[in-house]
């Protein structure tokens, strides 16, 4: 008996665990803050003058996020946008080339 209740208690401070992270993680998203994981395509991080890493747009991503939403508003493929932003030459976050996976990364975030 004592076990069990033990165990419905620990379940209990896990569920409060998750719901006060979950809510954290909110407000600082909603706030602009860095919650972790990589920079997404057309953000930058800024380092505030507290330490606090700060998401901001940045331009010359945005110009191509612009570009992706364009494309996919008048008809084109994830592929298609792909294949437009490696034949002009546009590198992606990390340097590489476009692929459609990422094109659709880059659009449902900006959407």
């Not at 602009?32 to 330490?51: A, I, N, P, S, Y």
Request: some cysteine; overall charge positive; glycine content about 10%.
């Amino acid at each position: 008996m004592v076990f069990r209740m033990l165990a419905v208690l620990a379940e209990f401070e896990r569920d409060l665990i998750s719901e006060r992270t979950l809510t954290a993680l909110a407000h600082k998203k909603a706030n602009g803050e860095k919650t972790g994981g990589h920079v997404t395509f057309g953000q930058r991080v800024r380092l505030t003058e507290d330490g606090t890493k700060m998401l901001t747009p940045d331009a010359g991503e945005q110009k191509t996020v612009d570009q992706i939403v364009q494309l996919r508003r008048t008809g084109s493929t994830y592929l298609g946008i792909a294949e437009t932003l490696n034949d002009q030459g546009v590198a992606s976050k990390r340097g590489g080339l476009w692929s459609a996976k990422v094109v659709r990364c880059v659009y449902l975030r900006s959407a």
